[in-house]
């Protein structure tokens, strides 16, 4: 009983703590002159605030130090500059094989998420009856937990039982070793891939798609445009700011790929995904300076591959309140 009594008075104390702190700062503000709204406002996001730079900026920037170091979690930091990414580079026989597997996922499964989940938004979209109860059904995959889903997709992709080989057996294919031929590693991952269309991004789509003014099709209809033709030039720019941020949300999101190919344990032949080798290096092999340094070379390419997307964006990205120069717009018509 003392015990759990412990635990509880802990618990309490955490949010007693995050009050004085914030009215400390509130004080502080007003000391400083500051508005009062504006010192109210910024006492009340303190617990937000403070969490954020102890849980995220700060190990963020540690992680940036360590990346600089070889360090072993249960020694002393030892700088060596640039040692980690030259390493990484020039000598590290599972960096670049990392690097090429979490890439092709990228390439293959951003088209499949987005336009896989679009076009499940599309069939959705539609006011017949039970569509809700179809809609829940869809949405259920963005609530499952990834290990349960990873356990599911290992059974299916099982080489001697599982009911994928099953079915190719149908067609007389031979049995396929997943996750024991590299080979076959990331097109098991790619279908694995196709799972992700029926959660969020379909019902984030499907709200697009609801706010597109029916207007604009019916114009469009009595002008004689078709059902694809509306689609390409109505449906499509319409959402076109929504399909900007399903696409930036899907790179990252591809590129992070962790908890189910940890699970799935396929050979390493084929290569670590990048989080799987970040893991690998500073939890088990207990580099933790090499594992700082390849997660801010994923970070790098995120962010080079994010900067490009927005980059190319105002080419096909379109704004309801946006006004463009007519002059340098080509083949207005």
């Known amino acids: 009983m003392e015990r759990y009594l412990a635990t509880f008075g802990r618990w309490l104390l955490v949010p007693v703590c995050l009050f004085i702190l914030g009215l400390g700062l509130y004080y502080l503000m007003r000391i400083l002159r500051w508005d009062k709204q504006q010192a109210t406002g910024l006492a ?3 617990p937000w605030l403070f969490g954020f730079i102890g849980f995220t900026a700060i190990p963020i920037f540690y992680s940036l130090y360590l990346s600089f170091t070889d360090f072993s979690l249960f020694g002393k930091e030892k700088w060596v500059g640039f040692g980690n990414y030259i390493k990484l580079f020039t000598n590290d026989i599972e960096f670049w094989p990392s690097v090429r597997i979490t890439l092709s996922y990228a390439v293959f499964t951003l088209p499949v998420g987005v336009f896989g989940s679009l076009l499940v938004a599309l069939l959705i979209n539609r006011e017949i009856r039970g569509i809700r109860i179809f809609r829940t059904i869809l949405y259920l995959t963005a609530i499952l937990p990834d290990t349960a889903v990873a356990i599911i997709w290992r059974q299916l992709f099982n080489g001697e039982s599982g009911l994928i080989n099953f079915f190719l057996s149908l067609f007389g294919v031979n049995k396929i070793d997943w996750f024991g031929n590299p080979k076959y590693v990331l097109p098991a991952f790619v279908i694995i891939s196709v799972w992700g269309i029926f959660g969020t ?3 984030i789509f499907l709200a697009a798609l609801k706010d597109v003014s029916k207007a604009l099709y019916e114009a469009a209809e009595i002008d004689g ?6 689609f390409i030039h109505i449906t499509i720019p319409q959402i076109s700011s929504v399909i900007l941020v399903q696409v930036v949300m899907s790179l990252i999101g591809s590129m992070q790929m962790f908890t189910v190919a940890q699970f799935l344990r396929p050979t390493t032949q084929a290569g670590l995904f990048m989080n799987q080798l970040v893991y690998t290096r ?4 207990l580099h933790m300076g090499e594992a700082s340094a390849i997660a801010w070379v994923l970070f790098v390419i995120i962010l080079v591959l994010t ?4 980059r190319t964006s105002p080419a096909w990205v379109h704004y309801e309140t946006e006004v463009k120069d007519v002059k340098g717009i080509k083949n207005v018509r």
């Open 201 to 203: 991004n379909t019902i």
């Open 307 to 310: 900067l490009l997307v927005f």
């Open 282 to 285: 500073g939890f088990t092999q």
């Open 225 to 230: 445009a078709g059902g694809f033709k509306r």
């Open 44 to 46: 009340l996001i303190s």
